[in-house]
């Protein structure tokens, strides 16, 4: 779902791992578009679908927080982020 998304806008998907209460993305995407909307974009379109197709879902309020954190990737190489969030999956 997510990287249907992402394809839509032109982004790239390095690296994604989910886990029970939160998912890691590590994305390159062009400048014109704004961490906030990329977000807002990925958010929106996962839980309209997640509620389309689990109809227990419409009860709820809303499937994600407004929060999420960003951070640039400008003196980390894209290695170690990648491997960081694939790593994300064996913690715990």
Same mark, same amino acid.
């Given at each position: 779902?997510? !990287?249907?998304?992402?394809?839509? +806008?032109?982004? =790239?998907?390095?690296? %994604?791992?989910?886990? =029970?209460? !939160?998912?890691? %993305?590590? %994305? @390159?995407? +062009?400048?014109?578009?704004?961490?906030? @909307?990329?977000?807002?974009?990925? =958010?929106?379109?996962?839980? =309209?679908? +997640?509620?389309?197709?689990?109809?227990?879902?419409?009860? +709820?309020?809303? %499937?994600?927080?407004?929060?999420y954190f960003v951070s640039t990737a400008g003196n980390v190489s894209s290695q170690t982020i990648k491997r960081y969030v694939e790593q994300q999956k064996t913690r715990g």
């Amino acid at each position: 779902m997510v !990287h249907e998304i992402c394809e839509s +806008l032109k982004i =790239k998907v390095v690296a %994604l791992e989910c886990d =029970k209460d !939160h998912a890691h %993305l590590f %994305l @390159n995407a +062009l400048p014109t578009l704004s961490p906030a @909307n990329i977000m807002a974009k990925i =958010k929106g379109v996962t839980s =309209k679908q +997640l509620r389309e197709e689990f109809p227990h879902l419409q009860h +709820l309020p809303s %499937l994600w927080t407004r929060s999420y954190f960003v951070s640039t990737a400008g003196n980390v190489s894209s290695q170690t982020i990648k491997r960081y969030v694939e790593q994300q999956k064996t913690r715990g």
